[in-house]
Each structure stands twice: as C-alpha cells, then as structure tokens.
C-alpha cells in the first residue's frame, strides 16, 4: 500500500488516519498471516499511531527531505530482516 499526504492537505488529517487505521484493521483481520507493506511520503503526517495501534515497525531510520523523514516505510512483521536505504538522485 502507498501512500501520500500533501504538506497542505485539502482534507482533515483526522480523516486519513480514520481511513487508513479502518483499513489496516480490516487487511490484518481478514489476512493475519500476510506481511503488509505500507510506504509513503507522508510529510508533516504523525505516524506514530502505525507502530503503536497496529504494530507495524518503521524501516526508514535516515533524512529523505533535508533534515526531516518524510518518506517512510512500515512492515508488519518485525522478525523479517529487511533494510531500507536511501538512494541518491543527481
């Protein structure tokens, strides 16, 4: 799953994280033995509610935009041993 949140959304952030939580509920419910992937640029967007109500483990440890971690990739399974790296564009 990808997403992207704009740095200045037309809609509530509430309404994203409502929508987003509602349907990983229902994928880790009808699929509790699937690895989800969910990556995006999620700007100024609090994420935090992805490690803490679902689980899901931040991959993304390095700057993508300046100084900040904007563009983000989450995994449902912990024990898998994957590694995000950040690749330059010139």
Do not use: W
Not at 64 to 84: L, P, R, W
């Amino acid at each position: 799953m990808h997403i992207y949140h704009p740095p200045k959304p037309r809609y509530p952030t509430q309404m994203l994280i409502h929508e987003l939580s509602v349907d990983l509920a229902e994928l880790g419910h009808s699929n509790p033995n699937s690895v989800f992937i969910l990556a995006g640029d999620f700007n100024s967007l609090d994420t935090s509610f992805l490690c803490d109500d679902f689980g899901l483990q931040q991959l993304v440890v390095t700057p993508t935009h300046g100084s900040k971690i904007i563009d983000e990739m989450f995994i449902s399974h912990q024990d898998m041993h994957i590694t995000a790296q950040l690749l330059r564009v010139y």
